[in-house]
Structures are given as structure tokens and as C-alpha cells.
């Protein structure tokens, strides 16, 4: 968190600029007044049948987007162009009611930051959208996070809903999701990249007749050959399910063991340390608690 | 004297006018029909006119003799009294003996509508009022008319009878007749299902109806030839219906016999196909459903929905949940003496409403969306689909057959544990024929019934497609299911697409077989016991014999239900209706269970995994559900013969066995334990879980 916020602040420079920009263009095209926001899209895995599909977060990304007033959506997806399972998954979020989808023609190797970075600070988005983790490949989670940090803009994760966007005053309202169902409301200056959560509203459903109706549209990217080769010699297995850890719950009657299951998780016993000495100490102290060392 | 002479030039010219404006109205209709989509005009089907009124409506118009034998008199008495009367007072044709077919021919008419008048004194609830209750009087009135009109022509009465009196009478009652009769045929009176009625015998969509056949399975979209820039998935609009749907529309007498019949209607959600018809013409000639007559949708007021042909029909005209109430059970089909289409009508507004808006209500999106990812409609993993066989050593196409008999279909039955007891019946059932049988195994897809009915056409294309090109690597005689919906896309839909196969329910198929002795069954059963005909297999596909010869060859006597057959209820589970789960004041399969005990039967045998499931679904107490492989299983009888290829065949396993110990012996374990059973009582006494 900490970080994001750093970037956010440290950047505000560039911000203020883009912002300037905004301003001298919307004397010329009124449309530029509306907000620019742009969903980056993925193919997704459906995790029994491996068959591709939408990504079911970015499919709740769209939606976000497209329940959004008054706001110019872009969907974008950054991959290898021209492949037919890709097209297929592209289609069905086509078939949400896009006009549109535009693909940075990236090849498999190649390193798709770049091309996405370079992109966005041509065409300036206000609001970018993504999932939290891919549901295949690295699924790492990262990109998110590298994107925010390189377009210098903050990064609100696992959000559930836009509430309000001022573009005069530069802010945003987003709904943040937290575990037990609870929402945090947050305000957060524009530009931003925020990641959608799994308690978005469902997408809707994909239409046939919509999919085939709407574009997509190669855009050519300048990719350049990922940094990290290793990838290629990666062997992907399936994730292992976490093993749950157990609650000894002590509760004696029933109205006790009501509240333990559903009271919040209490943090309290965490503490703010400065010194880095001190912070590696309580890490590993941590790890060796846990046996993870 | 005078009157005399007056009243036949009146009447020329009264019917002149009366002819001309029936032809300028005729034409209106006819640009009302034609502002359709093209579809193939069968010209052919105009001279079968008569025969098809004469054969095919009226094999469905006499299951009511009594509606039929007066139809009969009054439009033949219109027929032939219009026909004399044009003759005679237009064309100026006359002699005596027109004059008294004239007389004769009004007679009949007139009898025939006294018996109109005697069945709408007090009308059902099913037959709509307002024009339709002035319909007897217009009939009696022109009939009696004419009758006393040619009164004096024929010589029987003294020319001059009644005087101007009479004259006048007469003339008020011919005006009166003439313009309900003819110009209410063409402008749109209840008369115009004479017109519209006829053209659409002639131009039905669907011409392998007449004659005896059947035509149930729906239309494919081309999907790959429609130009979506211009064209349009489905109906929006009232002239998105082909023009000989519209002209159907016009057909409906509102005779409500689809009303009845409708479980929807009985359960009280917001459909009756009757008033969906008519909304239709409404929709095609423009204006507002407040002339309806009839019953509403149960729980939407009528009188505010207004519609024309360029204006959407779902949720202005006809509400959504109204399109999503149908089981497609085709009882209104079946039901209507004008053989109108209602379910082609409301699958064409669904794929509109899924394909081109996305809204398929409930958990339709989610259905589709398992469908399109897992190729069955619970998401399960494709690869799980043959879990519930593992311990039957089923031989698997592709693996370790090519060929066989019988490529017996699985469906969605499988991942089901109520309906897994059924297959697994099904296949002891096989094996004790000794039938070539296999399976597609994992590569087997859903059907692609419930996406079909749900209006996605494309999910449904590529599901057929997959499983035609599926089976075209695999040789087999026939296909044998226990599914009836599969059963009915196998057979009915899938040739669109090049499948055409010789398709078996296994009711069918099991019939054959003890009629062939190769299976024999104990009689000794004396179960009180009713039979639940499924839509897809009765009125989907006119198989109401075989389950009910199996059930007769255990020694039953089936308790029938009152709705059975071509009139049985649908459970409730058919096209997607579960699935959209539009509420009403009850749930159609209770409404079934109801008729069930209402024979004090025990069991009640159905042939249909949904089936199954609904039924099961109602809450006990109430007669136990058993499809009838599992009730076959029960009383089968293995003769020695069958034995002994059975305990050759445990020896050959058991041979095996030896290589392979540990494996087989589990596999073995049924088969074994089935055996022993047999030689004590040389038949299976148990199907529980065999
Ligand atoms: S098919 Fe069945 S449920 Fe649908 S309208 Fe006709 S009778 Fe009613
Ligand atoms: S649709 Fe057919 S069954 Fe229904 S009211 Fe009209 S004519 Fe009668």
C-alpha cells in the first residue's frame, strides 16, 4: 500500500501535466471531456474444462465499465493477434455489447509492458481496469502493479464498483473490497489503475449477435524481447488449494461459537516499524514462527 | 308485388358492395401478412385445402364431437348458402333447383348455429366473449334470412309473403348477416378465421403436419449466411415473423383450447397461448390488447400493452416472463384445430431475447455459459462424465471399440445420482439381451436441447456439429437413449446438420427387444401403477405404445391419468422452464403429482430424466418415481441361456482377473454378486443400486 501511495504522489508532476493536456484538448473536441476508461482484458481458463473463456474478472471489469455514465470505454487486450482461440474468447466480450476491441499485437515472447506503457502514455487514460491475476500462465498478478508503477499511477486494488467520477476536480470514488464482505469506500486521484474483485457485479451475459457484430482491431506495438527468458523453460502445474489453517474455536455455547465464526478478523497485533533492522528481524522472526525457515 | 321486385335489386347491390369491400379488406389483410419475412410459398398446399379441413383439423377438432359436428354444418351451410346466394342474386343464375339447395343449404347452416348458440349460452372460461359472443346471432341471422328468402322462390310460400314488411326485416337481417359474415371476414371480425384459417392450411410452414405426419423439430438459423450488419437473430418486431406465421396468427378461432391444455396457464404464470396469439395480431395490424376478450395473462392486466409491426414485441406488447413461462410442451400445438405454431413463435422471440439482447432470464446465462466452456449444463469437468460408470467396464468408441450395434447416449443423466440409477438400469438391461453396445464416453456433449430451447441457437449449432463429427468417426447401427429430449434432437434437429441416424428411446428400443424374446419379463408383478408420458417423447415424437406394451408385458394394467397421451401434462421441466423459473401461484409438477394420486397409484413410471427429477422433486407423501428401465430391471427374468453367456462371460473375466487381480476384482464385484442372485432365483430380484 505504502508504495502505491508513494507513486502516486511522487508522480503528481506528470499528472498535473497530463491534466494540462486534457485541459488544452477539451477546447477542441468536447468528447475529450468525458472520462477515458480502459479495460485490459485477458483470456481466461475455465478451471475444470481448461477451455478458454472471458477471464471472470475482466468480464467484471467491462462491467464496471460499461455501467459507468457518460464515460468513452476501451477494452484492450495485449497479446499474439490473428489466433483463433484468442478471437473466440475476444468475441464473447464482444458479445457484453462492445463496439470494439482493440489488440496490441504483442508476439508470445515478447514482453508486453513495454508495448502497454508506451500505449497509455499516448493515449492518457483516466481510469485503467484489470484483473487481479490472470487465470492461466504466470498468474503472478503483478502486471497490474509494474503498469501503475511505470504510467506513474496509483493503484487501488480489488475494487467492486465505481461510484462517482469527478474529472474536474480529478477524483474518484471506488467501493474496495474486503474479506467477509465488507466495502471500503476510497478516493483516489485520476489517473488510476484499480483491479476488480471477484464480488463485482457478474458480468453480463455474452450475446451471440453482439459478438459478432463488434471489431477487433489490431493495433501494432512495439514489443520488445522479454528480460526474462526463463519463462520459456517454466512447467506450469495447477495450483495447490492453500491448506486451511485450523480455528480452535474455545467458545462454549452457541451464541459464542456464532460470534467466532462471524466476527472480523482482528488485526491488532501488528505494529508499525520504521527501521528496516527492526522490520527484517520481525519478518524473519514471523517466518521462523510459522515454520516457513 | 312491389316488394318482390325491390328486394332482389336491393340485393344485388347490397352484395356488390358487400363483395367488393370483402375484396378490398381481403387485400389489406393480405399486406398485413405480407410485411413478413419471405418463406417458401407451397402452392401446391392451396388445392389440399379441403382435406386438410376436412382430415386434419378435424382429427384434432374431434376429440370435442360436438364442436366438430356443428362446425361441420354451420361452415358447410355458410359455404354452400354464400356460394347459391352469389349465384343467384349477384350473377343472376337462378332456377328451382337453387332455390332449394339454397333452402336446404340455409337450413343446415342454421341448425349448425343453433348449436353454436346452445354451447355459448354458457360459455367456458377458455372461450373469449365480446365479438365472439355476437358471432351466434350473426349466424343465425344470415341462415334464417336466406332460409326465408327462398321461402317464395322455391314455390313454398306465395310470392309476396309478408309483404314490405317481411322485405324490410329481411333486408336488415341481410345486412346485418352479410356484413358479419363477409366483411368481417376480411376486416378483421371473428369471421376472419374462415379466410385466414384456409390460407393457412394451404401455406402452413410446416406442410409434413397434414396427412398424418409430424413435424416438431424447430427451424435452424443459418448462422453462417445471415448478414448481421442488416439481419437480425430471431424476432424483435411483429414483421420479423416469416409471413406465414403472421398469416397463422390470423388463423386463431380463440377457441382456447391451447389455454386449457397450457400447464403454465394452470400453474398461474403470466402465459396463455391463447392471448399470445392474439397479441401477435395485434401486434401485426397495430393497436392495443384492449379488445381481447378472454383470459389474461395470469397476474398482467390486459387492455394496456400496446404493439404494431415495427414496434419490439418482448416487454411493450408481451411481458418477458411470459416468453421465459413456456415448457415448450407443445400441448398447445397439439391442441389447436388450426394447427397453429405457438412454440415456434416463442423460441423465435426467446433467440431475439438471448442472441441479439442477451437476457435470458434466471439462470439462463449461467446455464449457456457451462454449456459453451464444459459442454454440459452444470459446469461439471468434461472428463467427469463417465465417473458414474466406473465400475461398469462400459466399452468406449475410440478406445476400445470402433464399431458396435448400438451407440448407446448417455445425456446429462450422468452426472445425476437419481437419474445414474436409470442408466446403469439400462445397461444390465443391455447386457442381459446381449446387445453390441457402446459409448462415446468423455467426448459425448450435451444435446444442446436446453440451450436450443433457450433461444441460443449458436450454443445449440456447435453442440450438434461437435457430436455429428463426434459419431461420423464411429460406426453403429442405431442410437438408443433414455433421454427423450436428446432422443428428440437426435432424431429430429440434428439432420439440419447432416446427422441422420436411427435414433431409438430405449422404451422403443427395449420393446423390440421382448417382442423378440430377447429379453423376458416376469408377469408377477402386480404393481398399482400410473404412466407419465413425456412431451419429448409423446407428443415430440407420437411414442405412446411402447412404454406402455413394457409396463403391459410386467402384468400391469397402467391406471391412466385423466391428461394422458397426446393430452398428458408436462412435468414442468422442459424447455428450460427450470432454468428461467418464471414463478406462478403453484408449480406445474405438483399440479402433475395431483393428477398422479388422483389414480391411487403407487408408482408412477416415467421415461424421461427430467422427468425423474420434477416428479421427484415433489414432496412426500406421494407415489414413488421409477423409470421404467429400473422397473424392468426389477421383473427381468434371465433364462438359462442368457446364464450361462453370463457366468461364461464372469469366467472369461475371471481369466483376466488373474493378470490383472486387483483391478478387475473391483470391477468384477457387481457382476458376481448379480450372479449369485440369478442362480438362486434365476432373476434379478433387486435393482437398487445394481
Ligand atoms: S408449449 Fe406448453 S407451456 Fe408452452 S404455451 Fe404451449 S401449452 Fe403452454
Ligand atoms: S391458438 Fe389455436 S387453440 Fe389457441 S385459441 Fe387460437 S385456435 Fe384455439
Known amino acids: 500500500m505504502r508504495k502505491q501511495t508513494h507513486s502516486a504522489s511522487t508522480e503528481i508532476n506528470k499528472n498535473t501535466e497530463g491534466l494540462h493536456n486534457n485541459v488544452v484538448k477539451m477546447v477542441n473536441t468536447a468528447s475529450k471531456e468525458s472520462v477515458n476508461v480502459t479495460v485490459l482484458v485477458s483470456v481466461g481458463e475455465h478451471p475444470l474444462s481448461k477451455r478458454p473463456r472471458r477471464a471472470e474478472q475482466d468480464a467484471r471489469a467491462i462491467e464496471i465499465g460499461l455501467n459507468l455514465p457518460g464515460t468513452q470505454l476501451h477494452v484492450m487486450h495485449a497479446g499474439a493477434a490473428d489466433n483463433v482461440q484468442t478471437n473466440t474468447v475476444l468475441k464473447d466480450y464482444l458479445g457484453m455489447g462492445l463496439p470494439e476491441i482493440q489488440v496490441l499485437n504483442i508476439p508470445q515472447e515478447a514482453d508486453n509492458l513495454t508495448a502497454l506503457t508506451s500505449n497509455f502514455t499516448d493515449s492518457n487514460p483516466d481510469i485503467i481496469l484489470t484483473g487481479i491475476r490472470a487465470e492461466n500462465g504466470e498468474s503472478s498478478g503483478m502486471l497490474p502493479y509494474v503498469l501503475s508503477e511505470q504510467l506513474g499511477m496509483a493503484l487501488v486494488p480489488s475494487i467492486t464498483e465505481i461510484l462517482s467520477v469527478d474529472k474536474k476536480a480529478g477524483f474518484a470514488e471506488l467501493l474496495q473490497a474486503l474479506p467477509r464482505g465488507q466495502r471500503r469506500k476510497v478516493r483516489v486521484k485520476l489517473p488510476f489503475v484499480a483491479t476488480v474483485d471477484m464480488a463485482a457485479k457478474a458480468p453480463r451475459q455474452s450475446a451471440f449477435g453482439a459478438a459478432m457484430r463488434g471489431k477487433i482491431t489490431v493495433v501494432d506495438a512495439i514489443a520488445t524481447a522479454t528480460t526474462n527468458n526463463a519463462n520459456t523453460e517454466w512447467k506450469i502445474t495447477p495450483a495447490q488449494p492453500r491448506p486451511k489453517r485450523l480455528k480452535v474455536v474455545k467458545a462454549k455455547t452457541a451464541a459464542d461459537r456464532f460470534k467466532a465464526a462471524t466476527a472480523k478478523a482482528q488485526g491488532g497485533a501488528g505494529k508499525v516499524i520504521y527501521n528496516n533492522q527492526e522490520a527484517a528481524d520481525a519478518i524473519l522472526k514471523m517466518l521462523t514462527d510459522e515454520k516457513v525457515l | ?690
Open chain 2, 1 to 690: 308485388m312491389f316488394a318482390d321486385d325491390f328486394l332482389p335489386s336491393v340485393l344485388f347491390v347490397l352484395l356488390l358492395v358487400s363483395v367488393l369491400l370483402t375484396l378490398v379488406g381481403a387485400g389489406r389483410r393480405v399486406r398485413l401478412w405480407r410485411q413478413g419475412q419471405a418463406s417458401t410459398v407451397h402452392w401446391a398446399g392451396l388445392l389440399s385445402i379441403p382435406r386438410r379441413y376436412l382430415v386434419d383439423l378435424h382429427h384434432v377438432v374431434a376429440s370435442d364431437k360436438y364442436i366438430s359436428n356443428t362446425h361441420v354444418a354451420t361452415a358447410g351451410g355458410f359455404v354452400l348458402t354464400t356460394i347459391l346466394v352469389l349465384s343467384i342474386y349477384l350473377f343472376g343464375i337462378s332456377g328451382p333447383v337453387l332455390n332449394y339447395a339454397l333452402l336446404a343449404s340455409s337450413a343446415l347452416m342454421f341448425i349448425g348455429a343453433v348449436f353454436v348458440f346452445l354451447r355459448r349460452r354458457n360459455p367456458p372460461p377458455n372461450l373469449s366473449k365480446g365479438p365472439w359472443s355476437r358471432l351466434p346471432y350473426s349466424l343465425l341471422t344470415y341462415a334464417s334470412s336466406f332460409f326465408i328468402l327462398s321461402l317464395p322462390a322455391t314455390g313454398l310460400l306465395p310470392t309476396n309473403t309478408g309483404g314490405w314488411l317481411l322485405a324490410v326485416v329481411l333486408l336488415i337481417g341481410i345486412t346485418w348477416g352479410v356484413g358479419e359474415m363477409y366483411l368481417g371476414m376480411a376486416w378483421g371480425g371473428p369471421m376472419k378465421h374462415a379466410f385466414a384459417g384456409a390460407l393457412h392450411l394451404g401455406f402452413h410452414r410446416r406442410q409434413e403436419r397434414f396427412g398424418g405426419g409430424r413435424s416438431t423439430g424447430l427451424k435452424s438459423i443459418n448462422l453462417e449466411s445471415i448478414h448481421l450488419e442488416t439481419g437480425k437473430l430471431g424476432v424483435e418486431k411483429p414483421e420479423d415473423f416469416k409471413w406465414n406465421q403472421l398469416l397463422s396468427f390470423d388463423a386463431c378461432v380463440e377457441c382456447g383450447r391451447c389455454e386449457k391444455a397450457c400447464p403454465a396457464f394452470a400453474a398461474g404464470q403470466p402465459l396463455n397461448p391463447k392471448k399470445l396469439i392474439q397479441d401477435m395480431v395485434v401486434g401485426m395490424a397495430g393497436g392495443s390488447d384492449a379488445q381481447f376478450a378472454g383470459s389474461p395473462y395470469p397476474g398482467v392486466q390486459a387492455g394496456t400493452h400496446k404493439g404494431g409491426a415495427i414496434i419490439p414485441i418482448v416487454n411493450v406488447l408481451v411481458p418477458s416472463e411470459t416468453v421465459w413461462s413456456c415448457t415448450t410442451c407443445r400441448a398447445c400445438v397439439q391442441e389447436c384445430p388450426m394447427m397453429i405454431e405457438h412454440v415456434d413463435a416463442i423460441v423465435d422471440m426467446r433467440r431475439f431475447e438471448t442472441l441479439e439482447k442477451g437476457q435470458t432470464p434466471g439462470k439462463g446465462a449461467e446455464l449457456l455459459e457451462n454449456l459453451k466452456t464444459t459442454d454440459n449444463p452444470n459446469g461439471y469437468a468434461p472428463n467427469s462424465r463417465m465417473n458414474w460408470a466406473a465400475d461398469q467396464n462400459l466399452p468406449i468408441f475410440g478406445q476400445q471399440v470402433e464399431q458396435a450395434d448400438v451407440l448407446l447416449w448417455i445425456g446429462d443423466a450422468a452426472f445425476d445420482m437419481r437419474n445414474q440409477r436409470t442408466l446403469r438400469a439400462m445397461v444390465s438391461l443391455l447386457r442381459a439381451a446381449n446387445v453390441d453396445f457402446a459409448v462415446l464416453g468423455d467426448s459425448e456433449c450435451d444435446s444442446g436441447d436446453p440451450a436450443r430451447r433457450l433461444g441460443d441457437e449458436a450454443t445449440f449449432q456447435r453442440l450438434a456439429k461437435t457430436n455429428i463429427a463426434t459419431m461420423a468417426q464411429y460406426k453403429f447401427k442405431h442410437i438408443v437413449t433414455a433421454d427423450p429430449h436428446a432422443f428428440h434432437c437426435l432424431k429430429n434437429e440434428y439432420g439440419d446438420f447432416g446427422g441422420n441416424y436411427d435414433v431409438y428411446h430405449h422404451t422403443g428400443f427395449f420393446a423390440e427387444l421382448v417382442k423378440s424374446q430377447k429379453l423376458s419379463l416376469s408377469t408377477d408383478k402386480a404393481l398399482s401403477l400410473t404412466y407419465h408420458d413425456p412431451c419429448y417423447l409423446g407428443r415430440y415424437n407420437g411414442e405412446y405404445d411402447a412404454p406402455r406394451y413394457l409396463l403391459e408385458a410386467m402384468g400391469i394394467s397402467i391406471k391412466e391419468m385423466e391428461r394422458s397421451k397426446t393430452k398428458a401434462r408436462c412435468c414442468g421441466g422442459g424447455g428450460g422452464a427450470p432454468i428461467t423459473d418464471i414463478p406462478g401461484t403453484q408449480r406445474i409438477p405438483d399440479m402433475r403429482m395431483e393428477d398422479a394420486k388422483a389414480t391411487k397409484a403407487d408408482i408412477i413410471a416415467v421415461g424421461c430424466p427430467q422427468c425423474s427429477l420434477m416428479l421427484e422433486g415433489v414432496v412426500e407423501p406421494r407415489p414413488q418415481v421409477k423409470d421404467i428401465a429400473e422397473l424392468m430391471l426389477d421383473a427381468l427374468v434371465l433364462d438359462t441361456q442368457t446364464l450361462d453367456a453370463q457366468i461364461l462371460g464372469k469366467q472369461v473375466l475371471e481369466e483376466e482377473t488373474a493378470v490383472d487381480t486387483k483391478l478387475s476384482a473391483v470391477n468384477l464385484e457387481p457382476t458376481a454378486a448379480k450372479v449369485v442372485n440369478v442362480k438362486v432365483s434365476h432373476k434379478i430380484t433387486s435393482t437398487a443400486d445394481v
